[in-house]
């Protein structure tokens, strides 16, 4: 059971990209700007675009947060995009998700140019992905190959499974794992005989954000377990069950714990995984930072 430490290795990409926005600074004149745009008050979405604003600062980018009220129209959204793609300055913009309800996400993620798009949502870089034509990819996705990479953990002619058929995750993380010579299967909640699937598995994704998706019954002895999902858990007697030692003793502090997908079980039966928290949340906000570089040098035309 070793951890594939996402604090480590956010940490080494962070002091990379500080470096390289260092150099550009002194070549190019300015640094990388990041556009965060925000709407609503979802208290999850709040404190991840709060750490992505700090990571960003840390590595010397420019980060601009716009916020909008939660009843905010679909044409306010897009004007501020429109703004955005023109302005030299900003070399990725990023819509955070979920949006409010009454909005349509794909009419707002469709008016990101491509060249801007940081996340890889827009469908022209979906396809592209697929492809494997794509010089970023989605955050999430791209931190947990960075990951195995980290660790050395040969990808090609795994059994994988991915659990959760989102556009963030799933669909893109399917993609990079098959890129890499993975043999994946990507799972959803009408997917049949889970358990039975996961147990022929040598590395399972899980992108669900429900505890204890997937359980110690359901995994092979040294299985790759990567855990995507960052469950809030409010009941103290819940959090002395799902969570780790660390995360509940923060229980009386905080008020709740943090938990993922994959039970503690589990995880002592892999050869590899990632806690949570410390593991590919971590490596979500490295990704951004990098992927906002990689824009900056091409618009620059430096790659
Ligand atoms: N919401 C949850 N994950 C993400 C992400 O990677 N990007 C954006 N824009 N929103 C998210």
Redesign the pocket.
Known sequence: MNILDGKHVSQVILSNAKQQIEQMQAKIGRVPGLA?IIAGNNPA?AS?VKSKAKKSAQAGIHSTLIEFDAAVSEEQIIDKIIDLNQDASVDGI?????LPGHLNQWKILDHIHPKKDV?C?HPLNQGRILLDRSSIF???PAGIIKLLDYYNIEIKGLNAAVIGRSF??GKPMAALLTNRHATVTLCHSRTRNLPELLRRMDLIVSAVGIPDTVTADMVTENVILIDVGINHIANYEDAVRLCDQEETAKFSRKGYAITGDISKQAFKKSSWFTPVPGGVGLM?VAL?IENTVALFNQHHSLV
Do not use: A, G, H, K
């Open positions: 965060v979405s991840y990023l819509v955070q998700l979920p996340d949502f989605p955050c999430t963030i995750v979500t951004l």
